[in-house]
């Protein structure tokens, strides 16, 4: 089976850009949350997608959105970076919602760079 | 509300010396409790789970970790570390709220010595 990928491995932005990071799941997820590990820190949760809409959120702004398309990919989206945003972003996907019950399978993450 | 303290930031081993990376948990539930290992340009992986069955959870690769309420604790262990094991630990709780939002400690990074 193959696991979760996600692209680009690495990129650099510029304060105020917008970026789209991507994410493949895992082969008979049908969910993908969202994840931001910022430097020396443990990963915060951003926000989960489920049927193609989103049913969960931390604590971030409207600037962070996504999409989840019909074949359970999905986009993170992020408008007028800030340089705190800088970070590597984690996708993760599972069957179902409930992280208590559901093992998440975690892709290798997008290093993201603002200057 | 949930959450993980990992009582040390770095933790350093001979290899073939016993491991042991310290967690409390704080939780108003009753908890699901994770560890995922972190290799560098390597996504999370899962150790091991524990979710109210057994207190004494096995894990991959030779690690372990025991609940212990009394204590609000979830240390994990492995009697004897391997070069391989040198990475970042991550002890998390789920949060109950029905999706899958994980709370994770700050992290314990593992240096293994020969």
């Known amino acids: 089976e193959t696991g979760v990928t996600q692209s680009p491995t690495h990129l650099i932005k510029t304060r105020g850009q917008q970026v789209t990071l991507r994410c493949s799941s895992q082969?008979?997820?049908?969910?993908v949350s969202w994840y931001q590990q910022a430097l020396g820190q443990g990963p915060q949760f951003i926000f989960q997608?489920?049927?193609?809409?989103?049913?969960g959120r931390g604590n971030f702004p409207p600037r962070f959105s996504g999409l989840q398309f019909p074949n359970y990919s999905s986009e993170l989206n992020v408008n007028a970076l800030e340089l705190d945003d800088s970070a590597l972003y984690l996708c993760?996907?599972?069957?179902?919602?409930?992280?208590?019950?559901?093992?998440?399978?975690f892709g290798a993450g997008s290093r993201l760079t603002v200057l | 509300a949930q959450s993980v303290t990992q009582l040390d930031s770095h933790v350093s081993v001979s290899e073939g010396t016993p491991v042991l990376l310290r967690c409390n948990y704080s939780?108003?539930?009753?908890?699901?409790l994770f560890w995922y290992v972190q290799h560098p340009n390597k996504g999370l992986q899962l150790l091991l789970k524990?979710?109210?069955?057994?207190?004494l959870v096995k894990g991959i690769n030779g690690f372990e970790a025991e609940f212990k309420k009394s204590e609000t604790s979830f240390h994990l262990t492995k009697p004897s570390a391997h070069m391989s094991d040198a990475a970042e630990y991550f002890c998390v709780v789920s949060d109950p709220g029905g999706y899958n939002k994980l709370i994770f400690g700050a992290g314990t990074r593992l240096a293994v010595h020969p």
């Open positions: 939780s108003s539930y009753s908890p699901s």
């Open positions: 524990y979710t109210s069955a057994a207190t």
């Open positions: 993760a996907s599972s069957q179902g919602t409930d992280s208590g019950a559901n093992v998440l399978t």
């Open positions: 997608y489920y049927r193609e809409e989103e049913n």
């Open positions: 082969s008979g997820h049908n969910t």
